[in-house]
């Protein structure tokens, strides 16, 4: 009997085209993540109880990543970026490390911890964005009182998707401090006066901490007669001082401030983002799923779905901190939007 020929070409490590060709190449992009939000309230008694029944030695990150349900295996936010919420107690320090995926830290709430990033102590107040720029050694401490919690943000589903995953413990708890403390803050953070002894060490931002006391100043200073976007409102983006464009090459970061009773236009693009509401409430509809939302919520907008912001407050600003992969679409010439 002659064999059936797709097992023969199958054994020879061949498939047919004709047979694939529908799901490879569809007729627009349908994402494995779903539209969803992940609740504040909800969330921090577990982190506080995790905090107080496991040890360091027991889970050197307390962590709780913000597992997108269509995507648990292995877990992601969405399908290229991640998001977790991380807890630190006083006394507590975490171990030094670093790996080629790309990170930040937005600080949700607490006082007097601090991360040191190659050497710089980079210190955190709630609204800080501090990055992590990939292959950079970093650490935690935390000198102050009460818990310490932020939004991690990473690239690692993006880069172990590519397989170009590295990861290395630097083999002592702590790094040295070899610069003085929140110097890359100071010397960047004053927009378009550079400091020209200095050059650019990578595709990253140099500056380590972008301060919410700065943050604030800037959206407060934009008048309320601004137009602004008519999708994200008064929306400004975090950049790299010595490019004008984002603050990681795979990450873009942003913040937008939703003016009461506003009412965004429906848009879709091919990026996918997660957004943190640092202040007010409100909802978000994406693709016809209402998303709503309060102070300290994350809630996510996969790659080609259709939302919509809207600030139901009718006298209170809504505030909300995004990060999209908008950077690699634009890059590889796959960014689209309608």
Not at 16 to 37: C, D, M, R, T
Not at 103 to 110: D, H, M, P
């Amino acid at each position: 009997m002659i064999q059936d020929p797709y097992e023969a070409i199958k054994e020879l490590g061949a498939a047919p085209l004709w047979k694939y060709y529908g799901n490879l190449f569809p007729a627009e992009p349908k994402s494995e993540a779903v539209p969803y939000v992940w609740r504040y309230r909800d969330l921090r008694p577990y982190m506080l109880h995790f905090s107080e029944v496991l040890s360091l030695h027991e889970a050197e990150r307390r962590v709780l990543m913000l597992v997108n349900p269509g995507l648990t295996e292995p877990p992601a936010t969405v399908n290229s970026l991640y998001a977790g919420i991380q807890i630190i107690l006083p006394g507590e320090t975490a171990q030094a490390h670093r790996h080629s995926a790309s990170a930040f830290r937005f600080i949700i709430e607490g006082e007097g911890a601090y991360t040191t990033v190659n050497g710089e102590r980079v210190d955190m107040h709630p609204g800080d964005l501090l990055l992590t720029p990939g292959w950079h050694w970093h650490d935690h401490s935390h000198e102050g009182n009460g818990p310490m919690m932020w939004l991690d943000g990473l690239d690692y589903p993006l880069v172990n998707k590519l397989e170009a995953g590295f990861f290395e413990l630097l083999g002592v708890r702590m790094q040295e401090q070899t610069v003085p403390a929140n110097s890359s803050t100071k010397k960047f953070i004053h927009g378009r006066l550079l400091p020209l002894w200095e050059s650019p060490a990578g595709p990253h931002s140099p500056i380590g901490n972008y301060p919410w006391s700065e943050t604030e100043k800037a959206l407060a200073g934009i008048s309320d007669e601004a137009e602004g976007s008519a999708v994200e409102g008064i929306v400004l983006e975090y950049t790299n001082p010595w490019t004008g464009g984002p603050v990681m090459p795979t990450m873009s970061c942003r913040v937008s401030r939703l003016k009461p009773g506003f009412h965004g236009l429906p848009f879709k693009h091919t990026a996918s983002t997660i957004y943190h509401v640092v202040k007010g409430q409100g909802e978000t509809v994406v693709d016809g799923v209402k998303l709503d939302w309060a102070e300290h919520d994350t809630f996510c907008v996969p790659g080609w779905a259709q939302y919509a912001h809207v600030n139901r407050s009718a006298s209170e600003d809504a505030i909300l901190f995004s990060y999209s992969d908008e950077p690699v679409m634009k890059a590889l010439g796959l960014y689209r939007h309608i």
